[in-house]
């Protein structure tokens, strides 16, 4: 059989929170890949500049950074877990349809902050449930997971496309609007997080009437809305609504989902104790009282996975956000309607790239499949910097690429939390890292390519890359070191306490022959 009967057997157990979670990241990555086509309508419609905008989409990016780093202080208990979920999702479909009615950059903004805000808290508590659920086995379902976040970005720019404005209404029409909106829109068509953005755009003003990409926020809100609906069916499902009979709210049973991982003929109980400090919010767990005495190791490990992630999340970042200007500038000076395909290869590549690893988790060890990734991107940016004037091998190297990078994230997220046995704080430490990762070398990047120009893109890109391999080669030699030292403390132990024999009970007849022989009379001489 391709997947082992047990791993089937769990999925059906808890095939409805699977199911949720996975639709709460399709509408996580729809949600986040929806704003970049839309960003010249939307600074028509504030009658701002396209400088003030892009601060509008890095206070998301801030706030969705925020969520990640808080969303687990909702995990203590189903209920409350289960409550964000719905509120972060609901909120998400009404952000988006409140979009076409800020005509104030300010409270675009705003509604830009809060919608990040409740991706971050999906982001960070549907994989920690996931975790929770399936531990040991996690790897298969979290790259499921964050498949659906490909397949949320792919979609969205051909739900936005038809709607999207061939021109820029403004009062003042002085300037060739049409000619300005095409640049941009094949421009952002490939971004859809840090969108790289002439700085003499015109100023123009507020439309006076709505765009026709209101419309296409409107969709993006009814589409959205049957994602809180299925948690709010998971949590009638599960007997948490207040307003329901025979409903009350109540802890989630990790006793029970322990039991159901644990291997055939475990005897080992869930520690209740090490789950106070397992998969809590950043600061709680950095603050957690238990974390004294442990090895240094025990943070080296969550800080070498972190960097890693800091990396590669900075890689995919940058790719998603300049690999259009890059092919649009000298010397590889591509038309724009071509370009502009580069980032449905990218996002098409990293959908592709996450279904086969769901397989290739399986049947390989989490550890060989990290090095042979990060080793691919190296090798694939090193051809790409060789190659700077293949338009054909451009298309190619986006798509090995976004191949390579698309599984790192879940695959360091399972592998660091085996490292730790389930016990540390590796799922919101690397989920602040990759939100950090993401925002700030997005940045970095954007601002060398403005002073150094547009080679300095992939050499970036080549630099992270390099680095990511290291601080995976330190995270290696950690694990080596913080398995000596906790193996040692453990055989330690053993010693001091010995186990007590135990005398195995006499069988029945051996206990009636004792008896008869006592009671036997000797013989007589």
Request: proline residues 5%.
């Amino acid at each position: 059989m391709l997947i082992e009967e047990r791993i089937v057997t769990l999925f059906k157990r808890n095939c409805h929170h699977t199911l949720t979670y996975w639709s709460l990241f399709w509408s996580f990555g729809l949600s986040i890949a929806f704003l970049g086509p839309t960003i010249l309508d939307l600074k028509c419609q504030t009658g701002s500049t396209l400088r003030e905008i892009t601060w509008v989409f890095f206070s998301q990016q801030l706030c969705l950074l925020i969520g990640s780093s808080t969303g687990g202080i909702f995990k203590k208990t189903l209920f409350r877990a289960l409550t964000a979920l719905f509120l972060s999702a609901l909120i998400i479909s009404v952000v988006f349809a409140i979009i076409p009615l800020c005509y104030n950059v300010l409270l675009l903004a705003v509604a830009m902050a809060v919608s990040g805000l409740a991706m971050g808290i999906i982001d960070t508590i549907a994989n920690i449930q996931l975790v929770s659920i399936y531990q040991k086995d996690s790897a298969i379902f979290l790259q499921v997971l964050h498949f659906f976040i490909g397949l949320g970005a792919l979609v969205s720019p051909l739900i936005a496309d038809p709607f999207i404005s061939g021109h820029c209404p403004s009062r003042n029409g002085t300037e060739n609007s049409t000619e300005i909106f095409q640049h941009f829109r094949y421009s952002l068509t490939a971004s859809f997080r840090s969108p790289v953005i002439l700085e003499n755009s015109p100023h123009t003003g507020p439309v006076e009437e709505k765009a026709s990409v209101s419309y296409a926020f409107w969709i993006m809100a009814l589409i959205n809305l049957p994602v809180p609906i299925a948690v709010l069916v998971l949590m009638y499902r599960e007997k948490l609504l207040p307003f329901c009979p025979n409903s009350t709210p109540q802890l989630l049973d990790k006793d029970e989902l322990a039991m159901e991982t644990q291997a055939p003929g475990s005897t080992e109980t869930p520690d209740s104790s090490a789950e106070v400090t397992a998969h809590g919010d950043l600061f709680s767990c950095c603050m957690n009282e238990n974390l004294r005495g442990l090895p240094v190791t025990f943070f080296g490990i969550h800080i070498l996975g972190g960097l890693v992630l800091l990396m590669t999340e900075g890689i995919m970042g940058v790719f998603a956000g300049f690999v259009y200007t890059y092919a649009v500038s000298a010397p590889m000076s591509l038309q724009a309607k071509m370009s502009a395909y580069l980032n449905c290869v990218f996002w098409a590549a990293v959908t592709a790239g996450r279904l086969v690893s769901i397989l290739l988790s399986y049947r390989l060890k989490l550890v060989h499949l990290l090095m042979i990734n990060l080793a691919g991107v190296i090798v694939t940016v090193l051809l790409l910097l060789i190659l700077y004037t293949n338009k054909v091998f451009l298309f190619v190297g986006t798509a090995l690429v976004g191949l390579f990078l698309s599984s790192v994230f879940p695959f360091m997220l399972a592998y660091t939390e085996d490292i730790l046995d389930y016990q540390g704080c590796a799922t919101p430490v690397l989920v602040t890292f990759a939100g950090m990762g993401e925002m700030s070398m997005q940045v970095l990047v954007g601002s060398l390519i403005q002073t150094e120009g547009s080679y300095s893109f992939m050499v970036c890109s080549m630099v992270l890359g390099c680095l990511a391999f290291i601080f995976l080669l330190a995270l290696i030699l950690c694990h080596h070191i913080h398995r000596n030292l906790t193996g040692t403390s453990k055989k330690a132990a053993m010693v001091e306490d010995p186990p007590v024999p135990t005398v195995a009970p006499a069988s029945e007849k051996a206990v009636i022959e004792r008896k008869l022989a006592v009671t036997q009379p000797e013989p007589t001489t």
